[in-house]
C-alpha cells in the first residue's frame, strides 16, 4: 500500500503470474484494483490466490471480505444500547437498592471484624461509643460527657478525641463499636440525615444481630414522629425491638432520664426486664 501510494502518477500495472496471499491484510489491493479510477490493473479479475492452502485456485477478487472488515453502525449501537441499560441499572440499583447493598458491605465487613475480634478476645476497651451527629455535639460535650465520664466515671469514646488519626473512617468506627461494651446513638433529625451515622448505626446494628445482647442503646435528641420516620426503616425496627430513651420528655424529671440511661450503660442478665425500665414515651 505504501509502494502504490508513492506512486500518484502510476498508471498500469502488471502483476500476472505472482503468488497472492489472500488474507485481511490484502483486502486494500482488491479493493484499489477495481476502484481505483486512474490505475489500470491487468487481468485483476483472474489473479489467484496460492496461500493459505484452503483459498488456493480462488479468484482474489472473489473472497468474502466482510469477515475483514468493521461495521461502525452495529458498534455505535451496541455501545449506546449497553450504555443505556447500565445507565438504568445503576440508576435503578441507586434509588431502590442503594441501602441494602452498602448495608451488605458493611455487614460484610463487620463480620471480618468480628472473627478478628474474638481471636483476640480482648477485653472492652470503652464502656460506650457515642454515635452521633456533629450538629448535636455540643449537647454531647455539655450534657451527656460530664454525666456519664466526669460524675459516673463510664469511658465514653467520642468521634473527634478517640478515633485514630490516618485510620479509615469505617475501620476507627468498627473498632469502637466493637471495643465497646455499648454504642449509644444519640439520634435527631440531622443524625438521620448524616450517611456515615447511618453507617454507625448499621455496624452497630449487626453486632446487637450477632452477639444477640443489648449492646445498643437509642437516645432521641427530638420528637420525631413515627410518619417522618417511614424512609429509615433500620430505625423503625429498631425502635419495635431496642431500647430507647427520649430527652425530651424527660424535661420534667431530667435526672430519672440520666438513672435510666447509667443503668443501660452497666452489664444485665435479664434484658426483657431492663427493657421495659428503660423506655420512656410510647412508640407505634
Given at each position: 500500500?505504501?509502494?502504490?501510494?508513492?506512486?500518484?502518477?502510476?498508471?498500469?500495472?502488471?502483476?500476472?503470474?505472482n503468488s497472492f496471499t489472500c488474507d485481511c491484510d490484502n483486502v486494500?489491493?482488491?479493493?484499489?484494483?477495481?476502484?481505483?479510477?486512474?490505475?489500470?490493473?491487468?487481468?485483476?479479475?483472474?489473479?489467484?490466490?496460492?496461500?493459505?492452502?484452503?483459498?488456493?485456485?480462488?479468484?482474489?477478487?472473489?473472497?468474502?471480505?466482510?469477515?475483514?472488515?468493521?461495521?461502525?453502525?452495529?458498534?455505535y449501537f451496541i455501545t449506546t444500547?449497553?450504555?443505556?441499560?447500565?445507565?438504568?441499572?445503576?440508576?435503578?440499583?441507586?434509588?431502590?437498592?442503594?441501602?441494602?447493598?452498602?448495608?451488605?458491605?458493611?455487614?460484610?465487613?463487620?463480620?471480618?471484624?468480628?472473627?478478628?475480634?474474638?481471636?483476640?478476645?480482648?477485653?472492652?476497651?470503652?464502656?460506650?461509643?457515642?454515635?452521633?451527629?456533629?450538629?448535636?455535639?455540643p449537647w454531647v460535650i455539655k450534657e451527656l460527657v460530664p454525666k456519664l465520664e466526669e460524675e459516673q466515671g463510664f469511658k465514653l469514646c467520642l468521634h473527634h478525641r478517640d478515633f485514630e488519626?490516618?485510620?479509615?473512617?469505617?475501620?476507627?468506627?468498627?473498632?469502637?463499636?466493637?471495643?465497646?461494651?455499648?454504642?449509644?446513638?444519640?439520634?435527631?433529625?440531622?443524625?438521620?440525615?448524616s450517611e456515615w451515622c447511618s453507617r454507625e448505626i448499621q455496624v452497630a446494628s449487626f453486632r446487637l444481630f450477632d452477639e444477640q445482647k443489648d449492646v445498643l442503646v437509642l437516645v432521641f435528641l427530638e420528637d420525631i414522629p413515627t410518619s417522618q420516620l417511614s424512609a429509615y426503616h433500620r430505625i423503625r425496627k429498631l425502635l419495635k425491638r431496642q431500647t430507647y430513651l427520649s430527652w425530651p420528655q424527660a424535661e420534667e424529671?431530667?435526672?430519672?432520664?440520666?438513672?435510666?440511661?447509667?443503668?443501660?450503660?452497666?452489664?444485665r442478665e435479664d434484658i426483657n426486664e431492663d427493657r421495659l425500665l428503660l423506655t420512656v414515651g410510647d412508640r407505634p
Open positions: 500500500m505504501e509502494v502504490v501510494k508513492s506512486l500518484p502518477a502510476l498508471a498500469y500495472i502488471d502483476l500476472e503470474a486494500w489491493f482488491g479493493q484499489w484494483a477495481v476502484n481505483d479510477p486512474q490505475t489500470q490493473v491487468v487481468d485483476a479479475s483472474n489473479f489467484e490466490c496460492n496461500y493459505p492452502k484452503g483459498l488456493k485456485g480462488k479468484k482474489l477478487l472473489d473472497l468474502d471480505i466482510r469477515s475483514c472488515t468493521v461495521d461502525i453502525e452495529f458498534i444500547t449497553c450504555s443505556i441499560l447500565l445507565f438504568m441499572v445503576v440508576t435503578f440499583t441507586y434509588h431502590f437498592l442503594r441501602w441494602q447493598l452498602a448495608y451488605t458491605y458493611y455487614i460484610f465487613l463487620a463480620l471480618l471484624f468480628e472473627t478478628k475480634y474474638k481471636n483476640k478476645k480482648a477485653p472492652n476497651q470503652y464502656d460506650a461509643f457515642i454515635s452521633y451527629n456533629t450538629h448535636d455535639e488519626p490516618g485510620k479509615p473512617i469505617i475501620d476507627n468506627i468498627t473498632d469502637a463499636i466493637y471495643g465497646s461494651r455499648k454504642t449509644i446513638c444519640v439520634i435527631s433529625r440531622k443524625y438521620l440525615e424529671h431530667p435526672e430519672l432520664f440520666w438513672v435510666k440511661l447509667c443503668k443501660a450503660l452497666k452489664n
